[in-house]
């Protein structure tokens, strides 16, 4: 699993490619190569932290026992995210470096079939480990979250938006909000802006429909403010705006709030309400899933949408600007936005495990060294009456205002 100095065999290899492909991925793989030394070893700073980066780079079904690239000409879109976090990685390692203060970092590609995830965590090295970084599926979660716990190692979740029904463990962070919290964002967020307005809540058939619409029933019955008065609708089939007109009111503002993870339902909600706005003034919010979706067309002209997302990366930001100018010189490309979740988890709290001398138990929450967001990673407790609390989750929620297909606002 955890990488080693025999992948450099393969760099000749890709640098013949190289000289056929130039697109980021591509490159990745040639960065991946190349700087398995500085990352794989440790990197000889003065800090002498470690940090354990599990990450699914798939090179084992990229390249044959000879060192052959599998796949010709193509490349699977499978292993994008995780090469794309680890190119992050790599030059947030490289600014650390720069302060002197590195952590030694070890990257494990955890779709590799040399060991298993419990073989890594059991070998004596990884005692030392002072914080773990992991990009993960839900069966790596519960196997990292039982390992931090045990041996008492922070475990940072960069991506997975569940708490995979761990608790009573105060070493775990949910870095990428649960859909909890996304709810009660939105919901706030219509209390301090539209309460009176017209609200209209969205949704179809579906046990997944009704998991959300419980979790909204949950928040209203919890809320330390007024509740909101919000008119249900299913819609299973959105065949056109009929189905919108009895509920919407040309007096006032109509806030819609769409209870639905299905992508192409939400589309399907924003065009026919979008066809309808100049005659009844519309504001459509919805999932973070949202983030996905193109609101270019013309067919949401003038539509305002909102939707929530823990990860903003500022367009006009110095070090974005930064970051975006080494791609195009590097690669002739753009950085994605796992580039930026990578660089912005290991320069975050690889800064917070200097100032704190290896020890982030009782300080992960600190809120310094931003990068691109203000993370505020606070205390969750499931059991209202249990003093324990039963892990860390990041709680800053941004709201994206889209208009036309630009963001013209963030909250």
């Known amino acids: ?61 990229a390249f044959d026992a000879s060192g052959q690239y599998r796949f010709d000409q193509n490349f699977p879109k499978y292993i994008n995210p995780g090469l794309e976090f680890y190119e992050g990685l790599k030059l ?12 030694d970092i ?17 070998e004596p090295v990884f005692d030392s480990t002072d914080l773990i970084i992991g990009y993960v599926n839900l069966p790596e979660l519960r196997t990292l979250s039982r390992e931090a716990r045990v041996k008492d190692i922070p475990f940072i979740n960069v991506n997975y938006p569940n708490d995979g029904g761990i608790t009573n463990n105060p070493q775990f962070v ?10 009660e964002a939105l919901y706030k967020f219509i209390q301090r802006n539209w309460a009176t307005s017209n609200i209209l809540y969205v949704r179809k058939k579906g046990a997944q429909e009704d998991l959300v619409k419980n979790d ?30 009895p509920y919407l009111d040309s007096n006032t503002k109509n806030i ?44 949401f002209a003038d539509q305002e949408i909102y939707y929530t997302t823990p990860f903003y990366n500022n367009p006009g930001d110095s070090l974005v600007l930064s970051i975006q100018q080494y791609f195009r010189t590097r690669f002739y490309s ?36 931003k990068v691109f967001n203000d993370f505020d990673i606070e205390p969750v407790f499931l059991n209202k009456e249990n003093p324990t609390f039963d892990y860390l989750e990041n709680k800053k929620l941004y709201i994206i205002k889209m208009v036309n297909g630009n963001v013209v606002a963030v909250y």
């Open 92 to 103: 947030a390692a490289d600014s650390l470096a720069k302060t002197g203060r590195a952590p």
């Open 106 to 122: 070890t990257v494990y590609d955890t779709r590799s079939s040399t060991k298993t995830l419990q073989q890594v965590l059991d």
């Open 174 to 183: 949910i870095l990428n909000a649960t859909l909890k919290s996304h709810f």
């Open 256 to 299: 819609v709030l769409v209870g639905s993870l299905d992508e192409n339902f939400g589309k399907q909600v924003c065009t026919q309400l979008a066809s309808l706005n100049k005659t009844y003034t519309t504001k459509i919010l919805g999932m973070p899933t949202w983030d996905a979706i193109d609101f270019s067309d013309p067919s």
């Open 334 to 369: 753009r950085p994605s936005d796992m580039v930026y979740r990578g660089y912005e988890t290991l320069l975050h709290f690889g800064q917070l495990l200097n100032a704190n001398h290896g020890k982030l138990s009782g300080s992960i929450g600190e809120r310094k060294f």
């Open 1 to 61: 699993m955890q990488l080693n100095l025999s992948i450099k065999e393969i760099t000749s290899k890709i640098e013949k490619r190289m000289r056929y492909y130039s697109s980021l991925l591509f490159g990745l793989l040639f960065l991946l190569a190349v700087h398995t030394r500085a990352i794989a070893q440790t990197i000889d700073t003065a800090s002498h932290y470690h940090v354990a980066v599990f990450l699914p780079l798939y090179l084992d079904s």
């Open 216 to 245: 909204f029933a949950d928040i209203e019955k919890n809320t330390a403010s007024v509740p909101l008065h919000m008119t249900y609708i299913h819609v299973d089939n959105v065949t056109g705006p009929g189905a919108f007109l």
